[in-house]
């Protein structure tokens, strides 16, 4: 591996972060297991790619996207990981916004997460701009038994140019966990923008969670998460949750923080829930191995995330660019924190 451009973080810092990486399951050993979710705001290398329309993200495009920001960005995720585990780092980390396995590598083997195993799920999506989903899991927490990536089936894949969904399922503490990471089309132009996209990608995302749950008769673990573009209250949403089965049920965690008045992401002064965690039944009513419940689900906002918008009162969160403007912060998204608990 070529000698690695990030700059080295204290000694007392490398001393500090070995101590919890043994070859063991720090995760496991603590009776708990965190799960991230971060829409990580246009993390591109600094490179064109001829089947992508990355443009703007290079030295000399719209947004002066250079080697120097570049490794800031690397390493402001780097920040963001560690301080989210709390210094044990997340056993499983879905992103989106992500534009190859190359920034995927420079951040897992070229900072100090590279002391904690990560190891990688990535593959490209149809998305005209490149971002894509996915997944990277302490090797020492989790198995992966399987993954894939949908679209869905009605559409050509030539004519599809949102992102897929990412489908995996893993076994944690001997149970199986079957996750499935989204990153809905935005609303661009307007609440309508995307929406068919959204509907038919929703739609074979139920069917998809209703085969597996009828193919597992004591009732699986599940967890959807991801960018949705809309809210819990949004039509297409509430009819995913709700389904058409009678075998299916499940429920959205994003719910009870909504109704704090809490979001992921602002808007124009308003916070909205567009980040969010859906679960089935059975991670919430088990009586044995891995288990989650609606207050373990938590939005993840240290002040070094947040800065004062300058146009409305109150804070938000501190992304890299400001429209056009660059401000070298971490995201213009907040991460979500899910933790399974073991009976």
Not at 244 to 261: A, H, R
Not at 266 to 272: N, V
Request: charged residues 25%; contains cysteine.
């Amino acid at each position: 591996m070529s000698k690695s451009y990030f700059p080295v973080i204290s000694i007392a810092f490398f001393l500090l972060i070995s101590t919890l990486n043994r070859g063991y399951s720090q995760a496991l050993v603590s009776g708990q297991v965190r799960i991230m979710f971060y829409n990580v705001e246009n993390l591109f290398d600094i490179y064109h790619d001829s089947l992508k329309e990355d443009s703007e993200f290079l030295p000399d495009g719209l947004m002066r996207w250079n080697l120097t920001r570049y490794k800031k960005k690397i390493n402001s995720l780097e920040k963001v990981i560690i301080a989210a585990g709390e210094w044990n780092t997340p056993s499983v980390i879905a992103l989106c916004e992500v534009e190859n396995r190359k920034v995927l590598e420079d951040l897992i083997y070229n900072t100090y997460l590279s002391k904690f195993n990560y190891r990688i799920i990535h593959e490209e999506s149809p998305d005209r701009r490149g971002i894509d989903v996915c997944l990277i899991y302490k090797n020492s927490d989790a198995d992966i038994l399987y993954h894939r990536y949908w679209i869905p089936e009605e559409i050509n894949r030539n004519d599809f140019n949102s992102r897929s969904v990412l489908y995996t399922k893993l076994k944690i503490n001997s149970d199986t966990i079957h996750l499935i990471v989204n990153h809905w089309p935005s609303r661009r132009g307007g609440v309508l923008a995307g929406e068919n996209y959204r509907q038919q990608i929703a739609s074979m995302v139920r069917q998809k969670v209703d085969s597996i749950i009828k193919s597992d008769l004591s009732g699986p673990r599940i967890i959807i998460l991801g960018d949705f573009n809309c809210t819990p209250d949004d039509q297409v949403i509430e009819s995913f949750i709700s389904g058409t089965g009678t075998t299916s049920s499940l429920k959205n965690l994003s719910e009870c923080l909504e109704d704090l008045g809490l979001g992921t992401y602002r808007y124009a002064g308003t916070w909205e829930m567009v980040d969010q965690v859906i679960v089935s039944d059975r991670l919430l009513s088990c009586k044995k191995g891995l288990y989650t419940e609606p207050g373990l689900l938590k939005i993840f906002k240290p002040d070094f995330l947040m800065k004062k918008d300058p146009k409305f009162p109150g804070l938000t969160p501190f992304s890299t660019y400001k429209g056009y403007k660059y401000q070298g912060g971490f995201s213009d998204h907040l991460p979500l924190l899910l933790d399974l608990k073991i009976r």
